[in-house]
């Protein structure tokens, strides 16, 4: 008889299967992200809610590391699309479709090289995509875009980080089974 992987979780105090302490960690992380954009005008909290949900592992471990490939990705593929923006409007001031192509190319090769050396292949996925945004999406600022993207990126994985931080998962475990105790010596 084969168990389905949801069959086999067995959160502490999920009456949804499958919904258990990382995934109300994970909208924790989320809603706190948007909260603090919500006080920053002009603020736009997508790509920092986006590094909050990455960022949410099962443990510090786990959270440093997805974060980490993140946000990492993050920053090597904004440099590089930056840099690759920069080199096609220097060719051709209007831009040139046809000159992204290669250089989508060569930036894809540089941001893979780049995450393979500092050991973060993780960051390959998170690079790549905002690197073909600032290419080829790119708003008429697109210095600040990409900053903003970095920066939204880094304050989501780190929320996320402090949320596992103050909430390991032996500790709200403790905390669901003191509850539990209590609801059940009541009944």
């Given amino acids: 008889m084969h168990i389905s992987h949801y069959a086999e979780h067995n959160p502490v105090h999920a009456p949804i ?3 258990g302490l990382r995934s109300m960690k994970t ?3 989320a ?4 909260l603090i954009y919500a006080f920053l005008p002009e603020s736009n909290p997508t790509f920092a809610c986006i590094g909050a949900i990455f ?7 786990e959270s440093r590391r997805s974060g980490g490939n993140r946000f990492f990705g993050t920053i090597i593929g904004g440099f590089i699309g930056l840099g690759m923006y920069w080199l096609e409007h220097r060719i051709f001031p209007e831009g040139c479709y046809w000159l992204r192509l290669p250089l989508v190319f060569l930036g894809i090769v540089i941001m893979i090289s780049l995450c393979v050396l500092f050991r973060w292949p993780g960051g390959v996925q998170p690079g790549g995509v905002v690197l073909c945004i600032i290419l080829f999406n790119t708003p ?8 903003h993207r970095m920066i939204d990126t880094g ?17 709200l475990e ?3 089974r003191l509850d539990r105790e209590r609801e059940e010596g009541k009944g």
Avoid: C, Q, S
Avoid at 31 to 34: I, L, R, S, V
Avoid at 140 to 147: G, S
Avoid at 155 to 171: C, E, F, Q, S, T
């Fill in 140 to 147: 008429a600022h697109h210095i600040d875009y990409a900053i």
């Fill in 31 to 34: 809603m706190a992200t948007a």
């Fill in 17 to 19: 299967p499958g919904l």
């Fill in 55 to 61: 960022g949410m592992g099962a443990d510090m471990e």
């Fill in 155 to 171: 304050v989501g994985v780190a929320i996320a980080l402090l949320v596992n931080y103050l909430l390991p998962r032996k500790r």
């Fill in 174 to 176: 403790h905390w669901f």
């Fill in 27 to 29: 909208a924790l992380a």
